[in-house]
């Protein structure tokens, strides 16, 4: 089955996004915000569920230790204020009374002693998430079943209860860590600390996966674009290896086939060039009649024709890129030629094959000026692209047929193409050169009512 004929399938992450049935609106939004590139998206698969797994772990811990365990120490913590309250109540004397008080102080509370005071303060809002505060508060309902007082407040290391009783008003300090499960928090730093280290070595693991991916799509690039790969070795993954050497062999037989149709073209261009000289030597001798001007005429446009054909088949991949002036680069192809307005911004430049591409600004500009009485010629950048636009008043060409005129030899009846010493190769040529560097070339309506030559080259 070829690849044309194969069903489209979803990435698997919009099959996903789509599965999990979220809004048009919602999915849109993830769809722009999901990373596109290879790294980020290896890191996305590694650290969500990293998070999922770290938070679940968290839910649980503080769902089933970190609560139960300030459960657990707040109850205790109420029991023995009820206790102390209920024996204070019941005893029969101030020395008895001072008794109790002193075993309490010695078993379980910092500071136990009667206030002179009558009321209660004034109880403050508690936190939001103050768990002490509300847990402290149920089991001394619970245990005391009297009014009291909570500080939670005031100093982080002490808990502060005041509790009405018949004999006056009692107040208990004690330490947090008695009523709390205080130390909760270093088993989440750890938790937290421990997945920050495995990203981090993840990164570093990931970015040596990902460098050689990286490394041969520029090479492949490059080569596209007709520029130097450079020193190109396999390393990385066993696949990646593969991929890598599987380039450069493909690399190294594209190479050796252009450098054998170079040295063909060469000796072809030698021999018919040699017997076409020796043809208008042998004419120039003759007696100079209508027929040999006829058949001087035939080999001057023979002559014509073979440059146009071996410019056509002659690739300039040996040419490296340079930086160029664009403004000097038009003006040199449009030397020679009348109405040509050209508007280039100053100090514009870029990185190309500058005979190449001298010789494709050269076909579109004399194609323009072979059918119109005005051209301009602009050029500008645009983010990472050089775009140059030819223009003409011309006649133009119909949209059904601009993509039929870039075939090599293909000339339109009548309108545009009323000359017909061509050899329809000059659109042509300048798309394959176009391409070769990593650009392309595209025809469209021109402001000035003819037709618009657009060429888009990576700079």
Not at 12 to 34: D, F, M, N, T
Request: glycine share 6%; proline share 5%.
């Amino acid at each position: 089955m070829s690849l044309a004929s194969q069903p489209y399938r979803r990435p698997l992450w919009r099959r996903v996004l789509r599965w999990a049935g979220l809004p048009p609106p919602i999915e849109r939004w993830l769809r722009k915000r999901l990373p596109r590139r290879l790294f980020a998206r290896s890191i996305l698969i590694i650290v969500l569920p990293m998070l999922v797994l770290q938070s679940v772990v968290a839910f649980v811990f503080l769902d089933r230790h970190w609560e139960n365990m300030t459960v657990r120490l707040s109850q205790a913590t109420a029991q023995a204020v009820a206790a102390t309250v209920q024996a204070v109540e019941t005893a029969p004397d101030e020395a008895e009374r001072e008794r109790y008080l002193r075993i309490a102080r010695n078993t379980g509370f910092d500071r136990v002693v009667m206030l002179d005071d009558d009321t209660l303060p004034s109880r403050r809002p508690a936190g939001f998430f103050n768990l002490l505060e509300y847990t402290l508060s149920r089991q001394l309902r619970r245990e005391v079943g009297r009014p009291f007082w909570i500080d939670t407040f005031d100093d982080n290391r002490y808990v502060e209860i005041r509790v009405e009783t018949s004999v006056g008003m009692m107040a208990f300090v004690t330490r947090r860590s008695s009523t709390y499960a205080s130390n909760a928090h270093i088993t989440l730093v750890w938790m937290a600390g421990t997945s920050l280290v495995l990203i981090a070595v993840a990164v570093l693991f990931l970015r040596g996966q990902v460098r050689p991916i990286q490394e041969l799509a520029a090479a492949a690039q490059k080569f596209g674009q007709g520029r130097p790969v450079g020193r190109l070795r396999p390393h990385g993954a066993t696949e990646v290896r593969q991929a890598t050497g599987a380039f450069l062999e493909m690399k190294h037989r594209i190479e050796l086939q252009i450098e054998q149709r170079t040295a063909m073209l060469a000796g072809v261009s030698h021999d018919l060039r040699t017997m076409l000289t020796r043809f208008r030597l042998e004419l120039a001798l003759m007696e100079q009649t209508d027929d040999v001007a006829a058949l001087s005429a035939d080999v001057v446009q023979m002559q014509k024709m073979l440059e146009d054909y071996l410019q056509f088949a002659r690739t300039d991949s040996d040419e490296p890129a340079e930086d160029v002036s664009i403004a000097d680069l038009i003006e040199d192809a449009a030397r020679g030629m009348e109405d040509i307005d050209i508007q280039v911004p100053p100090g514009l430049a870029a990185t190309v094959r500058p005979t190449a591409t001298l010789r494709m600004i050269a076909n579109l500009i004399g194609n323009a000026d072979k059918h119109a009485a005005r051209v301009r010629v602009t050029a500008r950048r645009e983010g990472n692209l050089l775009v140059i636009d030819v223009d003409d008043d011309g006649p133009g060409i119909p949209e059904a047929k601009r993509v039929l005129v870039f075939q090599p030899f293909v000339r339109l009846e009548g309108g545009r193409n009323q000359d017909t010493s061509g050899t329809g190769l000059g659109l042509t040529i300048a798309r394959d050169i176009a391409r070769r560097q990593g650009g392309d070339i595209s025809l469209r309506e021109s402001p000035l009512g003819g037709l618009r030559a657009r060429v888009k080259l990576p700079i």
